[in-house]
């Protein structure tokens, strides 16, 4: 079972913003369905930020959005802080099966 | 708030097989809108969906693993577990367990801490 396809790093400075892009598996051209998002911090449990593509549970900071298009689904992290500096992960469900991302490194510089 | 607590050994030999529980507090494990499921992470790799179990006790499971994967439930004790047989070291991983929404599948909204499993002899 392959991997969505994520950038292994992204960086950008305090303020800025940034996306992270996932793109289906090997193979597969479709774009990913019911995408959620998490934010791994070292030595940590993944946390939930976005669910179902553009959904912020409560307590999530609006800085955090997601996004589709027809090539892939993308978090967007809006006013970057030093906090942010985490990795990320995308999910998406087919089926019966779920598939994780290969995970993005975001580095605030 | 509801609290996921993963147990068991922390050691596993090779060949032998590695059984987790998850124990869930503050929240029942017989809720219709949630799967309960087993997700795990290699030293300073990604993260990986090995199954998840619905208190009915149906299971689905990675076609990649699922061989060797075993779910089980136990509702009057509000715990659920994992069995993976025929380890070798590729399987030494931090496993979390964490519940999972039926309605948007993706959607993984509590995670225990986490147990860092080592298959060694």
């Known amino acids: 079972q392959s991997a969505l396809t994520q950038p292994a790093s992204v960086s950008g400075s305090p303020g800025q913003s940034i996306t992270v892009s996932c793109s289906g598996a090997?193979?597969?051209?479709?774009?990913?369905?019911?995408v959620s998002w998490y934010q791994q911090h070292p030595g940590k449990a993944p946390k939930l930020l976005i669910y179902d593509v553009t959904k912020r549970p409560s307590g999530v900071s609006n800085r955090f959005s997601g996004s589709k298009s027809v090539y892939a689904a993308s978090l967007t992290i809006a006013g970057l802080q030093a906090e942010d500096e985490a990795d990320y992960y995308c999910?998406?469900?087919?089926?019966?099966?779920?598939?994780f991302g290969t995970g993005t490194a975001v580095t605030v510089l | 708030q509801l609290q996921l607590q993963e147990s068991g050994p922390g050691l596993v030999k090779p060949s032998e097989t590695l059984s987790l529980t998850c124990s869930v507090s503050?929240?029942?494990?017989?809720?219709?809108?949630?799967?309960w499921s087993w997700i795990r992470q290699p030293p300073g790799k990604g993260l990986e969906w090995l199954g998840s179990?619905?208190?009915?006790?149906?299971?689905h499971y990675n076609p990649s693993l699922k061989s060797r994967v075993t779910l089980s439930i136990d509702t009057s004790k509000n715990q659920f577990s994992l069995r993976l047989n025929s380890v070798t070291a590729s399987d030494t991983s931090t496993y979390y367990c964490a519940r999972r929404s039926v309605m948007f599948p993706a959607m993984f909204d509590s995670w225990g801490h986490g147990t860092l499993v080592i298959v060694s002899s």
């Open positions: 090997d193979g597969d051209a479709s774009v990913p369905l019911y």
């Open positions: 999910v998406s469900h087919k089926g019966t099966t779920t598939l």
């Open positions: 179990i619905y208190y009915s006790g149906s299971a």
């Open positions: 503050e929240g029942s494990i017989k809720n219709v809108s949630y799967y």
